[in-house]
C-alpha cells in the first residue's frame, strides 16, 4: 500500500492572495433599515417577540433585528398552512405550476436585490451568490415544466388482467416542515419549496437565523408571483427551541444542515411514523488520474474547493492526486489558488468572500494550525486575512496530513483542502471511500468512458467526471443526495417532487370478484387461480 502522504514538496512561504476591487456600494447602503423591516413583516410571530440580531460577515457590523418565533407562534404557522394548503391543492396542477414559472422570470429579472441579501447575510463573492439564483431558477423552471408529468396518475397491472383496473396516484402530504441552513439561503430555501408547492402542499420554514432576509425576499418574490401568502410560513429562532415544533407539527420533513443535527431531526421524524429527507454532511474527494488535462484539473480544483469559501456541502476538502502528475499539477493548482482575489464587495470581480461566522473562522483556523504543527505543509494560504475583513481566511492547501490530524476526517467547513498521493486507482477508489460520508465527488482524466468507470466505484450521491460540482447539482432532472453519513432521500428529479407526496392505489374490480363466484366452491375456486397464475407466469404478465 502506497503512502498517501508522502512527497510533500512546497514553497516556504506562500504569497498572500490579492485584495478584489472594493467598489462604491456597501452592505448598509443595500440591506437599508426600511428593506428589513419590510421582509421582517413576513415572519410568523405573534405578541411581543424578542429581537434578534444579525451581522453581516463582510464588515462585522450590525446587519438586521428581526422578531423571534416561539413554539406556539410555530403552531400558529401550521394551522395557517393547513388552511391555506387545502384550497391551493384543488387548484389544477397547471396553475400551481404557472406561480413557478412566473417566480422564474421575477427572479431573473429582479436578481441584483437578492445577490446583494446573499452577499451581505453570508460573504460569499457576487458569482457564488449567483449560483444560488442560477439553481433556483432551474428548479422553478424543471418543475414548473416536468410536475405534471411526475404527478400524473398512472395505470399499473391490476390483480387479475381485464377484470382488475388500477391506477397510481399522487396526493399532496399536506405541510412540509422545512429546516434550511445559512450557506445557501436561497437555494436550499426556495428551491426545495418549489417541487413542495406544485405538488399542492403548504410548507413552514425555519431558515437560519443569519440568512432569514434571503428567505422572506423569497416568500415576497413567490407571493408576487401568485402563490397564497398563507401557504409560506416563515419561522424564525434558535434551532434548539423551535425545530423541534417544526418537526412536531409537520407531514413531512426536509432538512439541510450537520449529520449530528440531521439524526436528531431523523429520530423526532420517525417517532411520529413522518417522513424525512436528509441533506448533511460531507468530507468530499476530488481524483486527479494520471491522464488528465492538469490546466483543466487544477482551475476545476479551485472552484471545487473555494466556492463560497468552501462553505458548500458539496465542494471538495480531500484531493488525491496520482503520483506521477503531483508535483507538476500541484504546482499549478497552488499557483491558481495563490492568485485568487479576495473581496467583500456587492459586485462581482471577487473570486472568494469570507467565512459567514466566528465559529466557522475557530473551525478553520483550529483545523490549519494543528495541521500545520503536526507536520503538515502549507502549499498555499493558511492564515486569516483581517485586513480584509473580520472573517477572511485565505484558501488553504494542505500537504503531508496524516490520519490523526482533524483536518483528515472531519468536515472542516473551509477553504481547505488536503492533499494525497496514490499510485493505483484502486488505491485512489479504496481512499476516497474510507470515510462514513458520501455526498459528492469529482474525478479528471481526458477519457470519460474511464472517468464513468471509476465514478460508478466511488460512494457518494453524485459524481463529476471534468467538473467540480456543477454538472451534477445542475442536472435537475436527476436525483442529488447523499449516501452514508451525508444523508436520507435525494432532492431534484422525480424523487424531488414525489417525497412531498403520498402514492395512493385505486383499483376497480369488473364483472367478477377475486373470490368465488357463479356456484364455484373454495376449492374449485383455487384450482382455477393456480391454473391462471401459471398462464400469467408462462405468458411473461407482471
Not at 76 to 96: D, F, I, K, T, V
Not at 102 to 123: K, N, S
Not at 134 to 140: E, I, K, N, S
Not at 394 to 415: N, Q, Y
Request: hydrophobic share 45%; with cysteine.
Amino acid at each position: 500500500m502506497t503512502d498517501l502522504t508522502a512527497d510533500a514538496q512546497a514553497p516556504a512561504q506562500p504569497g498572500r492572495n490579492p485584495a478584489a476591487p472594493g467598489g462604491a456600494r456597501t452592505v448598509a447602503s443595500a440591506v437599508t433599515p426600511t428593506l428589513v423591516a419590510r421582509l421582517a413583516a413576513g415572519v410568523t410571530a405573534a405578541g411581543e417577540p424578542v429581537p434578534v440580531h444579525t451581522v453581516a460577515p463582510l464588515t462585522g457590523e450590525r446587519l438586521a433585528t428581526l422578531p423571534q418565533s416561539t413554539p406556539a407562534d410555530v403552531e400558529l404557522a401550521y394551522e395557517l398552512a393547513r388552511r391555506a394548503q387545502h384550497g391551493w391543492a384543488a387548484l389544477p396542477l397547471r396553475r400551481r405550476a404557472a406561480v413557478l414559472l412566473r417566480f422564474h422570470d421575477l427572479l431573473l429579472q429582479r436578481q441584483d436585490e437578492v445577490l446583494d441579501l446573499i452577499q451581505a447575510e453570508t460573504g460569499k463573492a457576487r458569482l457564488h451568490a449567483f449560483e444560488e439564483v442560477l439553481g433556483a431558477a432551474l428548479a422553478a423552471r424543471h418543475y414548473g415544466r416536468a410536475a405534471r408529468k411526475y404527478l400524473r396518475d398512472r395505470r399499473r397491472g391490476g390483480a387479475v388482467p381485464v377484470l382488475t383496473h388500477t391506477v397510481e396516484a399522487r396526493r399532496p402530504k399536506g405541510v412540509i416542515g422545512q429546516i434550511s441552513p445559512w450557506n445557501y439561503p436561497l437555494e436550499l430555501s426556495v428551491g426545495d419549496a418549489l417541487p413542495a408547492f406544485v405538488a399542492g402542499n403548504a410548507v413552514v420554514n425555519k431558515p437560519d437565523t443569519q440568512t432569514a432576509l434571503t428567505a422572506l425576499w423569497a416568500r415576497e418574490l413567490l407571493v408576487e408571483a401568485g402563490l397564497p401568502a398563507d401557504l409560506w410560513q416563515i419561522v424564525i429562532g434558535d434551532g434548539p427551541v423551535i425545530g423541534p415544533a417544526v418537526v412536531e407539527h409537520a407531514d413531512y420533513v426536509s432538512f439541510t444542515g450537520s449529520t449530528r443535527t440531521g439524526r436528531e431531526v431523523a429520530q423526532k421524524a420517525a417517532a411520529r411514523l413522518v417522513g424525512a429527507s436528509l441533506e448533511l454532511g460531507g468530507k468530499n474527494a476530488l481524483l486527479v488520474l494520471a491522464d488528465a488535462d492538469l490546466d483543466k484539473a487544477a482551475e476545476g480544483a479551485v472552484r471545487a474547493c473555494f466556492s463560497s469559501a468552501g462553505q458548500l456541502c458539496i465542494s471538495v476538502e480531500r484531493l488525491f492526486v496520482h503520483r506521477s502528475v503531483a508535483d507538476e499539477f500541484l504546482a499549478r493548482f497552488a499557483a491558481r489558488t495563490g492568485a485568487l482575489r479576495l473581496g467583500g464587495g456587492l459586485a462581482y470581480g471577487a473570486d472568494m468572500g469570507s467565512l459567514v461566522s466566528d465559529r466557522q473562522l475557530e473551525v478553520v483556523t483550529q483545523h490549519v494550525e494543528e495541521a500545520v504543527k503536526a507536520g503538515a505543509t502549507v502549499l498555499a494560504g493558511g492564515r486569516a486575512r483581517p485586513d480584509l475583513g473580520p472573517l477572511f481566511f485565505e484558501p488553504t492547501i494542505l500537504d503531508g496530513v496524516t490520519p490523526g490530524m482533524a483536518v483528515c476526517a472531519e468536515e472542516t467547513f473551509g477553504p481547505v483542502v488536503s492533499v494525497y498521493r496514490f499510485d493505483t486507482e484502486d488505491e485512489a477508489v479504496a481512499a476516497a471511500n474510507s470515510t462514513s460520508y458520501g455526498l459528492n465527488s469529482s474525478v479528471w482524466t481526458k477519457d470519460p468512458r474511464r472517468g464513468r468507470a471509476v465514478a460508478a466505484r466511488l460512494r457518494t450521491g453524485t459524481v463529476n467526471v471534468n467538473e467540480a460540482y456543477a454538472a451534477a447539482y445542475g442536472s435537475v432532472a436527476s436525483p442529488m443526495g447523499g449516501m452514508g453519513d451525508s444523508g436520507l432521500g435525494r432532492r431534484h428529479g422525480a424523487e424531488g417532487i414525489l417525497r412531498y407526496t403520498e402514492a395512493q392505489t385505486i383499483a376497480s374490480q369488473r364483472l367478477l370478484p377475486i373470490g368465488p363466484s357463479l356456484g364455484m366452491d373454495d376449492e374449485r375456486f383455487a384450482a382455477l387461480f393456480t391454473t391462471g397464475l401459471r398462464a400469467m407466469k408462462a405468458f411473461r404478465l407482471k
